[in-house]
């Protein structure tokens, strides 16, 4: 499957955005679809993950509240709202797909990740 990332952008502290990842190759309901950020001078960190089918999401305590992983399996994509944005926020975002059996199960580890998009630069101005 290759991903593509694509919605950041540069937005003022209590702002709002939405991150799109579009899947080719394969349909996103085979993966569990995940965001990663990474802030510079950081590690690649997890935001939010969703299950293959739909019905499991799982967030970031910081995130918690106010970002949302949705997706759309006739557009083949995965989204990320992301509300109340905070300078913290700033970072790389990145989309990836991880293979697996169960349907219903999230994963947050990004070693568990087979599949990468390029990243979306999102800037939150305070």
């Known amino acids: 499957v290759q991903l593509q990332a694509s919605g950041g952008g540069l937005v003022q502290a209590g702002g709002s955005l939405r991150l799109s990842c579009a899947a080719s190759g394969r349909t996103i309901s085979n993966y569990v679809m995940g965001w990663f950020r990474q802030r510079p001078g950081n590690e690649r960190e997890f935001v939010a993950a969703i299950s293959r089918r739909g019905g499991n999401s799982g967030y970031a305590d910081s995130v918690k509240g106010r970002f949302t992983i949705s997706r759309n399996i006739a557009e083949n994509t995965v989204y990320l709202q992301m509300n109340s944005l905070q300078d913290v926020d700033t970072a790389v975002y990145y989309c990836?797909?991880?293979?697996?059996?169960?349907?219903?199960?999230?994963?947050?580890?990004?070693?568990?990740?087979?599949?990468w998009g390029q990243g979306t630069q999102v800037t939150v101005s305070s």
């Open positions: 990836a797909a991880d293979r697996r059996n169960s349907v219903t199960s999230y994963v947050t580890e990004a070693a568990s990740y087979e599949y």
